[in-house]
């Protein structure tokens, strides 16, 4: 009686689909609760499943890998909220309606025939990550689309089937549209998921997404979505397996003093946060704090 909504992610930060979704958002709703699904993996299940069958309310479609944005460079945070009936009456302002004519913007309360539980100060986003999203659709069509969903679990399931005789994964699979690996293939070699992924900066690589979700430890999250051709993802998993074997041949040097090759070596991370520089200074300012 006391839950007024949940959050879920669907699929998962593990790059698993929630199959007791359905199960969940009836539950809810028989509580009188509404269910807000998080749309930062949407690219695993676009043009293959409509949210609202899943018994969604409100989903935020942040483009975040979906429809070629990149993860990161403004694409997180940025995209439409869309709502289901049971909450379409309280949609904040403005908003846009399909009418006769064409689209209208519906921006002040007056114009309105629903309740409007309030305005959004800010609501243009990031246009760029727009306009390349829309064209991104357009180019495809719906068929494409499924495609891109289909291409980008493939993918993720390519890269776990190749890796995990070497790399150690909390989930045997099939996962969705990322591979998830703890740092259990790393025990006893003296090297961390932190030098495995600066390691591979010197492999010309943007290292993955590490430590994360919390719930695996030493976590490295691999999301090659549906971009990436059988070539790029055969010499990216070579490059992840002579990794595995340096570590295992202790070969620590490659991955300690890694990033070699990059314009910025690695930070003195105890340094940073024991002295940390909150505001420009002149180079000779800078040389005297450190001393």
Same mark, same amino acid.
């Given at each position: 009686d006391?839950?007024?909504?949940? &959050?879920?992610?669907?699929?998962?930060t593990c790059g698993? @689909?929630?199959?007791? %979704? %359905?199960?969940?958002?009836?539950?809810?709703?028989e509580?009188?609760?509404?269910?807000?699904?998080?749309?930062?993996?949407?690219?695993? %299940?676009v043009g293959r499943v409509r949210p609202g069958d899943l018994g969604i309310d409100a989903m935020h479609i942040n483009l975040h890998?979906? @429809?070629?944005?990149?993860?990161?460079?403004?694409?997180?945070?940025?995209?439409?909220?869309?709502?289901? #009936?049971?909450?379409?009456? @309280?949609?904040?302002?403005?908003?846009?309606?399909?009418?006769?004519?064409?689209?209208?913007?519906?921006?002040?309360e007056a114009q309105s025939a629903n309740q409007p539980f309030g305005r959004m100060v800010a609501f243009h986003g990031q246009m760029g990550m727009f306009v390349r999203a829309l064209s991104y659709m357009k180019s495809h069509g719906s068929d494409g689309l499924r495609q891109v969903a289909e291409d980008a679990v493939l993918n993720a399931n390519y890269v776990l089937a190749?890796?995990?005789?070497? &790399?150690?994964?909390?989930?045997a699979g099939p996962c969705m549209h990322e591979a998830l690996f703890d740092d259990g293939f790393l025990k006893g070699?003296?090297?961390?998921?932190?030098?495995?992924?600066?390691? &591979?900066?010197?492999?010309?690589?943007?290292p993955m997404t590490m430590y994360f979700p919390l719930v695996v430890h030493g976590a490295m999250l691999i999301e090659p979505t549906e971009t990436e051709s059988r070539?790029?993802? #055969?010499?990216f998993i070579a490059t992840l397996r002579d990794l595995v074997r340096?570590?295992?041949?202790?070969?620590?040097?490659?991955f300690t003093n890694a990033p070699e090759l990059a314009p910025r070596r690695r930070l003195d991370e105890t340094r940073a946060a024991r002295q940390p520089i909150l505001r420009w200074q002149a180079a000779e300012e800078t040389a005297q704090a450190a001393e």
């Open positions: 006391d839950v007024a909504a949940i &959050m879920l992610t669907n699929p998962n698993l @689909f929630e199959r007791d %979704i %359905i199960d969940i958002a009836d539950a809810l709703h509580a009188g609760g509404y269910f807000y699904c998080d749309g930062a993996n949407f690219n695993a %299940i890998k979906t @429809f070629s944005t990149p993860h990161g460079g403004g694409g997180p945070g940025s995209g439409p909220t869309v709502l289901s #009936d049971r909450l379409e009456a @309280f949609a904040p302002l403005p908003y846009v309606v399909a009418g006769e004519n064409g689209f209208d913007l519906i921006e002040l190749s890796l995990q005789d070497v &790399m150690t994964a909390p989930f070699t003296g090297i961390d998921t932190l030098d495995f992924a600066k390691a &591979m900066i010197d492999e010309g690589y943007h070539d790029t993802l #055969d010499l340096s570590a295992n041949a202790g070969e620590t040097e490659r």
